[in-house]
């Protein structure tokens, strides 16, 4: 167990509809990550929050959003729904010390949309 | 830029073989790296990690890397394999811990 906590595990929605991922990072990390995987696309890094602000942003499509509250969990915001956003995503944190980071990884929310 | 290349999709081995799973970065600086295995339907799990210090860097469940700065290589290797090694493995580059770049990973196959 990494530490990290996603809800929800499943989602099953339909095309044009919103959803809403959930992480709670690991206790004392203030670095959250979302990444998205998918078969043809592998890992790809979604965006970054350091204590509450954006810190890093990758390939992260205009419909979704994320954001990182007070007591450090995060949402990950998906709106629009395409089939092609079905996909494996996962939350990963991090303490970004200065001794030598790593980022552990939740069991990721399995969104389908049909 | 920073980018990640694992050029095997899939390594086989047999079960007490030595095995090697390929990795070849590019990062301006100097580079942080990571090796983490994805069971099936699971989470990513990290292995081990190179910062700073000796090459050869040992990690959990016998695995182990060798960083090769003139190659830009790190090389995963178990000197055993097993067949619970079967799974899915990332390597993972980073140079300022913002963003992390994961390569395409590569599934190992332990036969018994």
């Known amino acids: 167990d990494s530490g990290v906590t996603q809800t929800p595990k499943h989602l099953i929605t339909a095309t044009g509809q919103r959803v809403t991922l959930r992480c709670s990072p690991r206790s004392g990390d203030l670095s959250v990550y979302w990444y998205q995987q998918s078969l043809d696309q592998g890992l790809q890094f979604l965006i970054q929050y350091y204590n509450g602000e954006e810190r890093a942003k990758g390939n992260i499509l205009e419909r979704f959003s994320a954001q990182q509250f007070p007591d450090l969990h995060s949402e990950l915001n998906l709106s629009s729904l395409e089939l092609g956003d079905s996909a494996l995503y996962f939350c990963?944190?991090?303490?970004?010390?200065?001794?030598?980071?790593?980022?552990?990884f939740g069991e990721g929310s399995w969104l389908t949309v049909v | 830029a920073q980018s990640v290349a694992q050029p095997e999709d899939q390594v086989n081995v047999a079960e007490g073989n030595p095995l090697t799973v390929k990795c070849t970065y590019s990062?301006?600086?100097?580079?942080?790296l990571f090796w983490y295995v994805q069971y099936p339907n699971r989470g990513l799990q990290f292995l081990l990690k190179y910062i700073t210090g000796d090459n050869l860097v040992k990690g959990s469940y016998g695995f182990e890397a060798e960083f090769n700065k003139s190659q830009t290589s790190f090389h995963l290797k178990k000197p055993s394999a097993l067949v619970s090694d079967s799974a899915l493995y990332f390597c993972?580059?980073?140079?300022?811990?913002?963003?992390?770049?994961f390569g395409s990973g590569t599934k190992l196959n332990v036969k018994p």
């Open positions: 993972a580059v980073s140079r300022n811990f913002n963003k992390f770049y």
């Open positions: 990963a944190s991090s303490s970004q010390t200065v001794s030598g980071n790593t980022i552990y």
């Open positions: 990062v301006s600086g100097n580079p942080y």
